[in-house]
């Protein structure tokens, strides 16, 4: 890896992941070029913020979850030619019901060029730490629909509430939301700003 970036599970205690690229279970169907191992990466700064994040949480009751964090952008690259396929509706219906898939980067649900690629972007979410269960946010990682928005409507008050839990604690602990994405947060002092890595995850 390159200096600065690290595993985050090993500087971040006591969380969770699920890296869905290097699986099935994400909006491709497939594991995503650049992806070869089940881990989270991202930069020294992110998990600083992390770990405090992670306490902010704690204090509620709640764990972290992660989805992914540092993207290589031949990844990147991957969704876009992806996103340029005849539809086979294989993930069509869980993660874009609403918008054909030639959408996805107009409608601003993939870049090309991601923050993630910069290394101190991280999707997540909130799980109780007691039960271990997720906690509900109306709507899966990844949905590409308006109801992922902040602010969306046709979500529960209880929902809208476990969302505002995560944004405030997020931005509590250094980051930024993104308005589309309710599991998507930037750090605010990025330590590469204007780089885009492009290193695999192994």
Not at 7 to 12: A, K, L, N, Q, S
Not at 98 to 124: C, M, P, Q, T, W
Request: glycine fraction near 8%; hydrophobic fraction near 35%.
């Amino acid at each position: 890896m390159k200096n600065g970036f690290v595993y985050v599970d090993e500087f971040v205690s006591g969380i969770r992941w699920d890296a869905k690229y290097a699986t099935w279970d994400n909006f491709t169907g497939k594991p995503v070029d650049g992806y070869a191992a089940n881990r989270i990466v991202g930069t020294r700064a992110l998990c600083l913020s992390l770990e405090k994040a992670r306490e902010n949480a704690a204090s509620l009751g709640f764990g972290l979850l992660l989805w992914d964090g540092y993207r290589p952008q031949f990844a990147v690259d991957y969704f876009l030619r992806w996103s340029k396929q005849p539809e086979d509706g294989r993930t069509k219906l869980k993660h874009y019901p609403n918008i054909d898939r030639s959408e996805i980067v107009e409608k601003g649900y993939v870049s090309a060029k991601s923050g993630h690629s910069r290394g101190s972007a991280i999707d997540l979410t909130l799980y109780h730490l007691v039960a271990g269960t997720l906690v509900p946010m109306g709507g899966d990682f990844d949905l590409m629909d308006s109801v992922s928005h902040h602010g969306a409507k046709g979500i529960t008050q209880v929902e809208a509430r476990n969302r505002q839990y995560l944004c405030s604690i997020m931005e509590a602990s250094g980051f930024i939301s993104y308005d589309c994405e309710w599991w998507h947060y930037t750090l605010k002092h990025e330590p590469y700003p204007n780089t885009y890595f492009d290193f695999p995850i192994t």
